[in-house]
């Protein structure tokens, strides 16, 4: 079965930001090669690259088998050198943490919508809702202004990222689930396995998307061979 590309489209965005993309090749491969394979590989979607990062937990200390290590972090190696299992535990625990600090701080405020309800208030309406206009009714919302002088704090225990304040409001278990989900996947899935290649993106900042994007990354890093390689890159 193919796997069906899917189209990031954020044309709001008001300037590029790095993402990290996992890429998934077929293996064995040497790794010396990964880095190469995966650059070679993100190409044929359109996607420059800006070099590895460290995103995998690793499971050894034998550098020689991973594509580096660095404070027990690689940028990739076979399956069964990276300890995800340790990623997503980790990445839901601080997720507890942040989310109780966000229900503290967003206390006695109201809902807040979603950039995205904006977004499509502009794209109905172009001419008599500009971007701009768009952009400051987002920000200006009690509960993204309750976040952000929260986050302009210089000593603050987490970050309260405003793009995810409909995963916040989504509740507590959601957001931890969420978390547990973004914690391997990264911001896309590339596959390179010949016919069945393709590329994992979420299709737009939509809770709803990002859910079906993740479910979808995670059940397919769930059937790869423990022996198949993956690498994260800046993209």
């Known amino acids: 079965m193919s796997v069906k590309p899917t189209t990031v489209k954020r044309p ?11 890429v998934c090749l077929p293996g064995p491969a040497k790794p010396a090669l990964l880095p190469d394979l995966a650059r070679d590989a993100l ?29 027990g972090l690689t940028s990739g190696g076979p399956l069964r050198l990276l300890d995800l299992d340790r990623m997503r ?28 309800v904006f977004v499509d208030r502009y794209r109905a309406d172009p001419g008599r809702y500009p971007l701009d206009r768009a952009w400051a009714d987002y920000q200006t919302q009690p509960r993204l202004l309750a ?11 987490c970050e ?47 809770l709803a998307d990002q859910l079906t994007y993740l479910r979808a990354a995670n059940e397919h890093l769930s059937r790869l061979d423990r022996q198949a ?3 994260a890159v800046a993209a």
Request: charged share 15%; proline share 7%; glycine share 6%.
């Open 12 to 22: 709001y965005r008001r300037r590029l930001t790095s993402r990290t993309m996992v």
């Open 43 to 71: 190409a044929d979607h359109d996607i420059a690259t800006n070099g590895v990062v460290p995103h995998f937990a690793a499971r050894t200390w034998r550098v020689g088998q991973l594509v580096d290590r660095w404070q």
């Open 89 to 116: 535990c980790r990445t839901r625990a601080a997720a507890a943490v942040q989310w109780q600090w966000w229900r503290h701080v967003v206390a006695d405020t109201r809902p807040a919508h979603p950039f995205w």
């Open 147 to 157: 976040m952000s002088a929260f986050n302009a704090l210089p000593h603050k225990p």
């Open 160 to 206: 309260l990222p405003t793009a995810s304040v409909e995963a916040f409001q989504a509740g507590h278990s959601t957001y931890l689930n969420l978390a547990w989900l973004a914690a391997v996947p990264g911001d896309g899935v590339a596959i390179v396995d010949g016919p069945h290649s393709g590329l994992l993106t979420c299709a737009s900042e939509r």
């Open 229 to 231: 390689p993956v690498v």
